[in-house]
T-cell receptor, first 116, second 112 residues
Framework: DAGVTQSPTHLIKTRGQQVTLRCSPI?????VSWYQQVLGQGPQFIFQ???????GRGNFPDRFSARQFPNYSSELNVNALLLGDSALYLC???????????????FGPGTRLTVL | QQQVKQSPQSLIVQKGGISIINCAYE??????FPWYQQFPGKGPALLIA?????SEKKEGRFTISFNKSAKQFSLHIMDSQPGDSATYFC???????????FGSGTRLSIRP
């Protein structure tokens, strides 16, 4: 079975541009979460979506937005890119929303975004 | 505010030795404590996880020790192997939200 897939693998953008990252969850998984991992640090939570609705948002500016589609795939959009947005963007899927932290999250390989 | 503190930042262990990574948390609402292993160019992979109602969980060479009163937990890797060389993250989550709070990571190198 395929795991979580993300596209593209790598991306180079310039400051001020906009970027869209894509994620396909494991088949049957309804929840998708997005994390930002800056080099040398642990992943930071950005968003969680469950059944196409936003269920959680981390401490990120409004330049970051996301959505989930009826097939449970998801997109993360970042507008007005800054140099500090350079990072590995990880998508994780889980079967359910994760009641009381019971649900295992499976991570994709990430999209490496470089902002010049 | 960092809610999960991890140490050491890097660790070098001889093959066959014991690798120990420590974490401390602040939020008493956390009720799920996973450890993730990450290889270069890959996403984090769940290694082992524990809940606060048990003090220890062992899976193969990997053991989590949990001290609820001290709000600390640790990962022990027995008989460490070169293939264990990776970055390890402790993490925590809790309540109805499934977002995971990660520690800052430990880069583990196992010397042959």
């Amino acid at each position: 079975d395929a795991g979580v897939t993300q596209s593209p693998t790598h991306l180079i953008k310039t400051r001020g541009q906009q970027v869209t990252l894509r994620c396909s969850p494991i088949s049957g998984h309804k929840s998708v979460s997005w994390y930002q991992q800056v080099l040398g640090q642990g992943p930071q939570f950005i968003f969680q979506y469950y059944e196409k609705e936003e269920r959680g948002r981390g401490n990120f500016p409004d330049r970051f937005s996301a959505r989930q589609f009826p097939n449970y795939s998801s997109e993360l959009n970042v507008n007005a890119l800054l140099l500090g947005d350079s990072a590995l963007y990880l998508c994780a899927s889980s079967l359910e929303q994760g009641i009381a932290g019971t649900d295992t999250q499976y991570f994709g390989p990430g999209t490496r975004l470089t902002v010049l | 505010q960092q809610q999960v503190k991890q140490s050491p930042q890097s660790l070098i262990v001889q093959k066959g030795g014991i690798s120990i990574i420590n974490c401390a948390y602040e939020n008493t609402a956390f009720d799920y404590f996973p450890w993730y292993q990450q290889f270069p160019g890959k996403g984090p992979a769940l290694l082992i996880a524990i809940r606060p109602d048990v003090s220890e969980k062992k899976e193969g060479r990997f053991t989590i020790s949990f001290n609820k009163s001290a709000k600390q937990f640790s990962l022990h890797i027995m008989d460490s192997q070169p293939g264990d060389s990776a970055t390890y993250f402790c993490a925590a989550s809790g309540g109805s939200a499934s977002k995971i709070i990660f520690g800052s990571g430990t880069r583990l190198s196992i010397r042959p």
